[in-house]
């Protein structure tokens, strides 16, 4: 570890010990971390994305990496546990720094202030072990004022079985700056028996606007905990979309948001495909900690074959004049699919306004009736209501990427039913 | 009877246990407009979607035949391949599915370019702009009047040889009223098809001219004629004072 600052050790000798203690997640599955060899940085490098071996390339097409870069203002590839990509288009805006962040941790002191902040190390044993085994991360830097007109793309590739991916990744957002961040999460069909264990920090400044889109498609036995936290000052807006396309053996996470300054939002979207006997248990909070915060958590879930679904959110008031909404919605496919909904609303102020709705269903037999009156099949009503029910309106994208991300929606669904 | 593009032939029907249709006998050829008229839970929908094919409507006797084709095990799918378009009187709201995709859907049976433009054409005609209406989540806030409307678009967009509207005039005023009836009427001459109109009122009767009007009562025909010799008698003497005067003397067209 050359080159590394005292803090930076510091804090890696801390997350060691805290790992010891093995804290369990608060939901979830737990999961035996030292089944997995930590997948290392090996020191290849691509100069086009179209070295990728061609396994790769249509998989990572597939989760919304553009591999020609066209309409993307910095390209983030990491392959295993290291970054062999990293470019900035030419028509970037001059304020946006993408780096791998064990590279930015060596040259820029400052980083200390955000590190494991919005998200804390001490929340499990999976944050312990980003922090103690981190080997690469996308850092995403937007100085003050920088509106970013293309998203940047960043995707992380598992190729390496029985190995643990390690990302930890930090996006700053300085103050009247904005963003869109699409990550692609993909993994090679040889890579069997692994696991991705990520931690992501978000910090997005006063006045200004992120979006972080996510599409993940992972493999039927590999096991999944991102962990992310965020940060979000006065008037600040931040959208988070969540998508997952493929079966997965467990996948758990809880991404918790503070809305710290007044008026600052936070929109989640999380489209989820329950497929085969995947355990998937997704939760979305937002502390509503200013006055005017204002939150949004909206889940859908298709849930088909054995698949068990818990749908989780959270909104907590603690200041006046805050406003939030949550929905969690599934529908179920198959008769041995499961699905679970936990909203939970709390409020410490009495000026606040807390709402929820869930709801799972099955579809309506008066309704496929309905659709096969129209001159379309069991199997093509099925279709089109499922998608239906995914395609919900994401938010603050550019035209093209919702066009692209409903595409992508719309081809799995398609192609899972 | 030859000609006749539907057959019914002493149609008895169960829902849910309980036997709604007991004997319907009916001939439609092809370019007529029949109405059938009847009180509430008289069977007017049970017929319609026995003539659908919907699986909670068992035919329990009788049989149904399209074209001289016995269709009455038909699934649904099939029978709309055939040719039979249903404009329901209760259509289900479906969030996330578009009145653009169910137009498409209806337009594919005919055109496999599935060009919505003569489908615009259609929602245009019964009073919906499509720049409003196509990417709207399928009867989710619409009124009764628009349900209505979109319904018949849909079914005029299939271009169908049996055309059953159930009910397409309740709940619209007036101008809606004029408006349907007149593209119903269009269509039927257009598409040559044959159209089976069921409603509870006479209001629609004019703006359709129907060739003959039936009344449902109790699951069964009990008069059939045409709307002069009927309608009057009808409004005179209510459904079931009418119906025990039909059933006594006969009044069989």
Same mark, same amino acid.
């Given at each position: ?16 010990? $805290? ?11 737990? $999961? ?45 590839? #990491?392959?295993?546990?290291? +970054? ?27 980083? =200390? ?17 980003? &922090? ?32 643990? #991916? +390690? ?8 103050? &009247? ?41 992972? =493999? ?8 992310? &936290? ?5 008037? &600040? ?19 918790? +948001? ?10 989640? =979207? ?40 818990? $749908? ?23 008769? #041995? ?24 269903? =099955? ?7 309905? $659709? ?46 | ?16 246990? %309980?036997?709604?249709?007991? !004997? ?21 929908? /049970? ?6 094919? %919907? ?6 006797? !009788? ?12 699934? /649904? /799918? ?124 006479? %209001? ?6 129907? /060739?003959?009007? %039936? ?9 059939? !004629? ?28």
């Amino acid at each position: 570890m050359k080159g590394f600052p005292k803090w930076y050790m510091r804090r890696r000798s801390v997350a060691l010990r $805290l790992l010891k203690r093995n804290k369990p997640p608060r939901h979830g599955p737990d $999961l035996d971390l030292s089944a997995y060899e930590v997948a290392l940085p090996e020191g290849a490098r691509l100069t086009d994305l179209s070295e990728l071996p061609g396994e790769a390339l249509s998989t990572v097409q597939n989760v919304g990496v553009r591999p020609d870069e066209r309409y993307r203002s910095g390209t983030y590839l #990491q392959y295993d546990g290291d +970054v062999v990509y990293l470019a900035l288009s030419s028509r970037a805006e001059p304020g946006l720094v993408v780096e791998n962040l064990l590279e930015a941790v060596r040259k820029r002191e400052w980083l =200390r202030r955000f590190w494991f902040r919005a998200c804390p190390i001490t929340l499990d044993k999976f944050t312990a072990f980003v &922090g103690a085994y981190e080997t690469a991360g996308a850092f995403i830097w937007c100085r003050a004022g920088t509106r970013v007109e293309e998203p940047v793309q960043a995707c992380l590739y598992m190729g390496k079985k029985g190995t643990v #991916q +390690v990302p930890h990744n930090i996006i700053i957002l300085e103050p &009247g700056s904005s963003l869109h961040v699409i990550t692609g999460c993909a993994i090679a069909p040889s890579c069997v028996r692994s696991a991705h264990v990520a931690c992501t920090e978000i910090y997005v400044g006063r006045g200004a606007e992120l979006t972080w889109t996510m599409i993940h498609a992972w =493999r039927p036995d590999t096991h999944v905990r991102p962990r992310t &936290g965020a940060i979000v000052e006065e008037g &600040g807006r931040l959208m988070l979309n969540y998508v997952l396309l493929s079966p997965v053996a467990s996948i758990q996470f809880y991404p918790t +948001v503070i809305l710290l300054g007044r008026g600052a939002s936070v929109g989640f =979207r999380n489209l989820i495909l329950g497929l085969g006997r995947s355990i998937i248990d997704a939760g979305s909070a937002a502390i509503l900690n200013a006055e005017g915060a204002r939150s949004e958590i909206m889940s859908r879930a298709l849930v088909k074959d054995e698949a068990d679904v818990r $749908l989780r959110g959270r909104l907590w008031a603690r200041k006046p004049s805050v406003r939030g909404h949550l929905e969690c919605r599934a529908l179920l496919l198959g008769e #041995q699919a499961k699905a679970y909904a936990y909203p939970s609303l709390q409020a410490d102020t009495r000026e606040a306004e807390l709402t929820h709705e869930a709801a799972i269903g =099955r579809i309506a037999e008066e309704e496929l009736f309905y $659709l096969m009156s129209r001159g379309l099949t069991q199997d093509e009503a099925v279709a089109l209501m499922s998608k239906g029910f995914l395609d919900t309106d994401i938010p603050g994208l550019p035209p093209s990427l919702r066009a692209e991300i409903k595409e992508i929606v719309s081809a799995t669904v398609e192609h899972a039913l | 009877m030859r000609g006749a593009l539907l057959r019914i032939e002493d149609l008895h029907v169960e829902v849910f246990g %309980h036997q709604v249709l007991n !004997g319907i006998w009916l001939n439609l050829g092809p370019g007529e407009t029949h109405i059938i008229m009847g009180p509430n839970a008289s069977g007017k929908t /049970t017929l319609a979607m026995a003539i659908l094919g %919907h699986p909670a409507y068992k035919v329990v006797k !009788g049989r149904l035949l399209f074209n001289g084709m016995d269709i009455t095990h038909l699934s /649904t /799918t099939e029978r709309v391949k055939l040719g039979i378009g249903v404009a329901f009187q209760n259509p289900p709201a479906i969030r996330g599915v578009k009145l653009g995709d169910l137009l498409a859907a209806c337009v594919r049976l005919r055109r496999s370019d599935g060009d919505l433009g003569p489908a615009c054409d259609l929602l245009r005609e019964v009073g919906l702009d499509p720049r409003r209406f196509l990417n709207r989540d399928i009867n989710v806030g619409f009124s009764g009047g628009e349900k209505r409307r979109a319904e018949i678009a849909q079914v005029l967009a299939m271009r169908p040889k049996l055309m059953i509207l159930d009910e397409p005039d309740s709940g619209v005023d007036i101008d809606s009223l004029k408006l349907i009836g007149s593209a119903i009427r269009k269509a039927t001459r257009e598409l040559g098809c044959a159209t089976l109109v069921i409603t509870h009122y006479r %209001h629609i009767v004019p703006y359709i001219r129907p /060739t003959l009007v %039936h009344v449902l009562y109790g699951g069964r025909i009990v008069a059939s !004629g045409r709307p002069s010799e009927l309608l009057d008698k009808l409004e005179e003497l209510g459904y079931s004072r009418f119906a025990e005067l039909a059933m006594k003397e006969g009044w069989q067209a």
